[in-house]
T-cell receptor, first 112, second 112 residues
Framework: GQQLNQSPQSMFIQEGEDVSMNCTSS?????WLWYKQEPGEGPVLLIA?????ELTSNGRLTAQFGITRKDSFLNISASIPSDVGIYFC????????????FGKGTRLSVIA | SQTIHQWPATLVQPVGSPLSLECTVE??????LYWYRQAAGRGLQLLFY??????ISSEVPQNLSASRPQDRQFILSSKKLLLSDSGFYLC?????FGYGYTFGSGTRLTVV
């Protein structure tokens, strides 16, 4: 089935550093979503993007819907220890009659 | 407000035993429901989804089945568990099909 290419697969960063991760697809999406999963929990929605070019922030998190509608990125500024987790991108096809497609996740580790 | 419940939180079952995981959603009607499996901190694998009572779509043929006996109840079952069925099982729901999922807190299944 359709897959999203999410990178990097994992990241080890120092507390206070900025983080960037992205997702690309060969297909066009009409919605991009970013989720965070903490250990032992279900993923939680962080940011939803609905229009090409849209830039949306949620605290220290900023995400953008790519102009081509085939990519999205998530930035985290001034990372803190509680940012640790797995970040998933997800996309919804234009047709809207298929389930969300998820990336394989970016595992973020923050070193204090 | 809407809430999603999954139980049990953890489960240890012997190989060959049956399985029943339950997911219920409160505070909404006719939700779209999804079962995912996540192996050892990896990506999310869609197992089943349902857009209405008695309707089940299977994404991956395997040793599992799903049922939706009531509007807001989604059950994941197996007649005989395999070692490879171990993992973290997540239920999710959405108002619009394929969009904006809310996940439950998950069930960690260990087959021994």
């Amino acid at each position: 089935g359709q897959q999203l290419n999410q990178s990097p697969q994992s990241m080890f960063i120092q507390e206070g550093e900025d983080v960037s991760m992205n997702c690309t697809s060969s297909s066009i999406f009409n919605t991009w979503l970013w989720y965070k999963q903490e250990p032992g929990e279900g993923p939680v929605l962080l940011i939803a993007l609905y229009k090409a070019g849209e830039l949306t922030s949620n605290g220290r998190l900023t995400a953008q819907f790519g102009i081509t509608r085939k990519d999205s990125f998530l930035n985290i500024s001034a990372s803190i220890p509680s940012d640790v987790g797995i970040y998933f991108c997800a996309g919804r096809f234009q047709s809207g009659n298929t389930p969300l497609v998820f990336g394989k996740g970016t595992r973020l580790s923050v070193i204090a | 407000s809407q809430t999603i419940h999954q139980w049990p939180a953890t489960l240890v079952q012997p190989v060959g035993s049956p399985l029943s995981l339950e997911c219920t959603v409160e505070g909404t009607s006719n939700p779209n429901l999804y079962w995912y499996r996540q192996a050892a901190g990896r990506g999310l694998q869609l197992l089943f989804y349902s857009v209405g009572i008695g309707q089940i779509s299977s994404e991956v043929p395997q040793n599992l089945s799903a049922s939706r006996p009531q509007d807001r109840q989604f059950i994941l079952s197996s007649k005989k568990l395999l070692l490879s069925d171990s993992g973290f099982y997540l239920c999710a729901w959405s108002v619009v099909f394929g969009y904006g999922y809310t996940f439950g807190s998950g069930t960690r299944l260990t087959v021994v």
